[in-house]
């Protein structure tokens, strides 16, 4: 997990208002974190309610993720868009 979601914490990292105040880096990593642990849970072979990550199993991931591309976008920073 990367060092900055560590320091603050997961639970405060989803928070959906936190991610309007946080670098473009650290914006860009959570993006990445998001992208490898949906690749995870496809990978992993299980049920959705199974995986490791519980990506589309669990309600807070979309918004979360959402969130973080609505700002990748107001920053005016390339991406590509998550695949759900």
């Known amino acids: 997990m990367l060092v900055e ?3 603050v914490g997961v639970e405060k ?4 208002s936190l991610v309007g105040r946080v670098s ?3 914006l860009q990593d959570w993006h ?3 992208r490898r642990a949906i690749k995870e ?3 992993s072979g299980l049920p959705a ?3 490791p990550n ?9 918004p979360w993720a959402d969130e973080i591309e609505k700002q990748l976008v107001n920053r005016q920073i390339e991406y ?5």
């Open 5 to 7: 979601i560590e320091q």
């Open 54 to 62: 519980g990506t589309r199993h669990h309600n807070d991931w979309r």
């Open 13 to 16: 990292a989803m928070n959906l």
């Open 41 to 43: 849970d496809d990978d």
């Open 80 to 84: 590509v868009p998550l695949t759900w």
């Open 32 to 34: 990445q974190l998001v």
């Open 49 to 51: 309610s199974e995986t």
């Open 24 to 26: 473009d880096k650290i």
